[in-house]
T-cell receptor
Framework: GAVVSQHPSWVICKSGTSVKIECRSL??????MFWYRQFPKQSLMLMAT?????????EQGVEKDKFLINHASLTLSTLTVTSAHPEDSSFYIC?????????????FGSGTQLSVL | QQQVKQSPQSLIVQKGGISIINCAYE??????FPWYQQFPGKGPALLIA?????SEKKEGRFTISFNKSAKQFSLHIMDSQPGDSATYFC????????????FGSGTQLTVLP
């Protein structure tokens, strides 16, 4: 299947700093990518839909100024957690599907574990 | 109407047994139903998916059974192995904006050796 590369795998940062997470589609183009957040032993919660060349669409309750999303190319979306606080500590996962084929399959990155001290 | 309800929350099966996980949905606009497997610290991996025009799909030891009238679908893992121990999520999407997936709550499967 298609590969979605996500970096870093884990990051530890101090409270108040910003952290950037990258999501790349390695062998396909994705006009849309999705960002999820997952707490331990819970399901995936959709945070936002990233759209290439335009603004992201955020789910209700997700602060757009705190979770900045940039989708500058057909293969790269980034999520920046600004002024991170301990409550932002979570597992963040991106996903994408091949926009050229229209295949329904959604592929996920390996996730980023964020720990804010 | 966007919910997908999944059960059981956890499941323990002996090696060689059959693992069965069930999901139910309400939104009749859903038309794609995938199952994902997730190991700790990793992203979900697509296992198998089905559309409502078929009642069953099999890939190796994994089978999806789909009941359109009852709005239910299930994952059967035949000859379960310890390596199958993971969290399984059902999901659904349909004719909604960007076709984002709605996930079930997950099932923690443990296969005993």
């Amino acid at each position: 299947g298609a590969v979605v590369s996500q970096h870093p795998s884990w990051v530890i940062c101090k409270s108040g700093t910003s952290v950037k997470i990258e999501c790349r589609s390695l062998d396909f183009q994705a006009t849309t990518m999705f960002w999820y957040r997952q707490f331990p032993k819970q399901s995936l919660m959709l945070m936002a839909t990233s759209n290439e060349g335009s603004k992201a669409t955020y789910e209700q309750g997700v602060e757009k100024d705190k979770f900045l999303i940039n989708h500058a190319s057909l293969t790269l979306s980034t999520l920046t957690v600004t002024s991170a606080h301990p409550e932002d500590s979570s597992f963040y996962i991106c996903s994408a599907r091949d926009s050229r084929t229209g295949d329904e399959k959604l592929f996920f990155g390996s996730g980023t574990q964020l720990s804010v001290l | 109407q966007q919910q997908v309800k999944q059960s059981p929350q956890s499941l323990i099966v002996q090696k060689g047994g059959i693992s069965i996980i069930n999901c139910a949905y309400e939104n009749t606009a859903f038309d794609y139903f995938p199952w994902y497997q997730q190991f700790p610290g990793k992203g979900p991996a697509l296992l198998i998916a089905i559309r409502p025009d078929v009642s069953e799909k099999k890939e190796g030891r994994f089978t999806i059974s789909f009941n359109k009238s009852a709005k239910q679908f299930s994952l059967h893992i035949m000859d379960s192995q310890p390596g199958d121990s993971a969290t399984y999520f059902c999901a659904a999407n349909g004719r909604v904006s960007a076709r984002q997936l709605t996930f079930g709550s997950g099932t923690q499967l443990t296969v005993l050796p």
